[in-house]
């Protein structure tokens, strides 16, 4: 089973602030990264697949880069409504997740 | 547009079984497959497996095989999660999630979400 390690845990980010989301993969996953979104209460969105393409609607002050097992989630400019927890996903071996990173307040 | 409709929080005792229902609207059920999600309180996604619209084919994690059976109705544009032998561990939130409209196997869009919650 291929292992997503993300980190950190906890980001503490005012709004306007860049966040920056790192998954590290146990074995090479090529391209086949993605990452979601969860609020509370709320089901997953899909906000990046492919390593750096951008699901439909979503915007593009979200940006995801890197490759085989190092890759990174980046918000250029925090709003109120990117506080929620990410998750980092790959499906080069099945499917699973990292342990996700939330994004909150500071 | 594209909607997974999940069927409601169930209440189950150590032991027995429970199916959660995810009907879908909005695209050709069979073209695509389904994949199933549970999320324990507080914690992180954890994958069970999938089922493929169109010809029923299904592939399950290691970890729920032999407890877990994925199905669905076409006719009624509906898969099923059936998991058997509950215990506590098992209480989580089930989700149904679509493969993706572009080609890569991701999960887009997902159900609201089914609480089932394990307890004697």
């Known amino acids: 089973e291929i292992v997503l390690t993300q980190s950190p845990a906890t980001l503490s980010l005012s709004p306007g602030e860049r966040a920056t989301l790192s998954c590290r993969a146990s074995?090479?996953?090529?391209?086949?990264l993605a990452w979601y979104q969860q609020k509370p209460g709320q089901a997953p969105r899909l906000l990046i697949y492919?390593?750096?393409k951008r699901a439909t609607g979503i915007p593009a002050r979200f940006s995801g880069s890197g490759s085989e097992t190092d890759f990174t989630l980046t918000i250029s400019s925090l709003e109120p409504e990117d506080f929620a927890v990410y998750y980092c996903q790959q499906r080069r071996n099945w499917w699973t997740f990292g342990q996700g990173t939330k994004v909150e307040i500071k | 547009q594209v909607q997974l409709v999940q069927s409601g929080a169930e209440v189950q005792k150590p032991g027995a079984s429970v199916k959660v229902s995810c009907k879908a609207s909005g695209y050709t059920f069979t073209n695509y497959a389904m994949h199933w999600v549970r999320q324990a309180p507080g914690q992180g996604l954890e994958w069970m497996g999938w089922?493929?619209?169109?010809?029923?084919?299904?592939r399950y994690s290691e970890k729920f095989q032999g407890r877990v059976t994925m199905t669905r109705d076409t006719s009624a544009s509906t898969a099923y999660m059936e998991l058997s032998s509950l215990r506590s561990e098992d209480t989580a939130v089930y989700y149904c999630?679509?493969?993706?409209?572009?080609?890569?196997?991701?999960?887009?869009?997902w159900g609201q979400g089914t609480l089932v919650t394990v307890s004697s």
């Open positions: 999630a679509r493969v993706d409209s572009y080609g890569g196997g991701w999960f887009d869009p």
């Open positions: 074995q090479s996953v090529s391209r086949y």
């Open positions: 492919d390593v750096s």
């Open positions: 089922i493929n619209g169109g010809n029923g084919n299904t």
